[in-house]
């Protein structure tokens, strides 16, 4: 049906801070933070040695898959990070994924860059070149020769999103997106658009990402938008001294389906994905326009989209990266739009930032915290930066009937949703 309403009826996470949605507001009440020293690659001689890695042994929650799927994501994070998220929600999501028709359900899925571990294969490659051969041609040639698309240093991006197209017996489309910290974000807006359009009655849309590995910590770092572990927090949002964020790391999904689809099965919806805006500024490939005009109008055409006030809004779950750019520009462009007196907080200061996958923990943790009603506070903001929109200092307990979550990207790449709670 043509411009049918897009409904929330279920939702998995894996984050730093919580492995699995249930455990995800209890931690968020409790100020748990994954800000702690990374234990799974050597960062010895780095400034930066934290991050917020999923510390956890993920091999349990996939070890039904294939001998396959379990080889290569001993190599590839994104992999095994979504292979754990649905597992996690495997045997709870049996019976909905029965109602799901093939040629009316889809996948899109933000995606992070491929990184090749080298650390596990070093011995290999110092044999490789003390004997006169290319050590990377002959890891590649060993490593990638069992025919399939399973490849262990270099996977097709398509792969994560075929993974659960299988998985959730999706087979009208398979889409990835590659848009940086707005990635898994944008994948739900495109969920939203395709249930609009009449193209599919149902998408799991989300996205994985890790940047818990040597290239990204250094390329990061070089930027200067990852702190120093000689600070007592790494990541302080909205904080006037804030220095930096924390690296992350993430696997999630939405499953969105029509209100037909929800009529039909006698399904209870958690909420409504109302709309969203997206801009692009283009100002810079490393930072967004410091006018925050683009920003700003992605804030409003989310509100235009919805059909909804400032002033109906109840709570913004920021983007709030902790870095010196985003923070006041961020606050500059929503209170622009907004108004005063809006709480607005970050989560990132808890289980850092997962670039592609940012926008899936940040949602699915809005759900939990409308589900929950609470809003939750700043976590490490000590001296708030100047706004006229209300940084939260304290836990509440308030219900959350509307909100917005934003994400903005390297290249001025901007993208708000904006949610109603269907919940009683």
Sequence with gaps: MLGDKAYIIDYELISPIAVGKEHILPNIK????????????????????????IQEDLRGLYAKEPDQIRETC????????????????????????????????GVILGIGADVTPFEMYEDEMVEHLLEG??????????????????????????????????????????????????????AIALGYDAIQQGEAEVVVAGGTDSLINML???????????????????????????????????????????ESFVRLNKLTPTAQLLGYGNTLDAYKITAPNP???????????????????????????AHGTGTRQNDQLE??????????????????DRHGHAIAAAGIQEFCILLE???????????HM???CKTILDLVKKDRDSRINYALTSNFAFGGINTVLAVKNELT
């Design 133 to 186: 051969r290319t050590p990377i041609n002959e890891l590649f040639t060993k490593i990638n020769s069992n025919n399939t698309r399973l490849n262990c240093t270099n996977n097709p991006y398509d792969l994560y999103a075929i993974y659960l197209a299988n998985k959730f017996n999706a087979g009208a489309f398979q889409k990835s997106v590659l848009t940086a910290c707005v990635s898994s974000t944008q």
């Design 369 to 379: 915290l409308m589900k929950g009603g609470v809003i939750p506070r700043n976590l």
């Design 74 to 105: 001993l190599h590839d994070r994104k992999l095994e990070l979504l292979a754990a998220c649905y597992g996690k929600a495997a045997d709870r999501l049996s019976p909905l994924i029965k109602l799901f028709d093939a040629e009316k359900t």
């Design 382 to 384: 000590k001296t708030p």
């Design 216 to 258: 990204a910590l250094i390329s990061f770092g070089k930027l200067g938008v990852i702190t120093e572990s000689s600070d007592d927090v790494s990541c302080k949002p909205f904080d006037i001294n804030r220095n930096g964020t924390l690296a992350g790391e993430s696997a999630g999904f939405v499953i969105l389906a029509s």
């Design 30 to 53: 409790s100020g748990i933070t994954a800000d702690r020293v990374v234990q799974r690659i050597d960062t010895t001689g780095l400034p930066y040695r934290k991050a917020g890695e």
């Design 331 to 348: 606050l500059k462009a929503l209170e622009s739009v907004l108004g005063a007196g809006i709480p607005i907080s970050s989560t990132k």
């Design 291 to 317: 006018n925050g005009e683009s920003m700003a109008q992605s804030v409003q055409d989310a509100l235009n989209n919805a059909g909804i006030s400032p002033e109906q809004i109840d709570y913004i779950l």
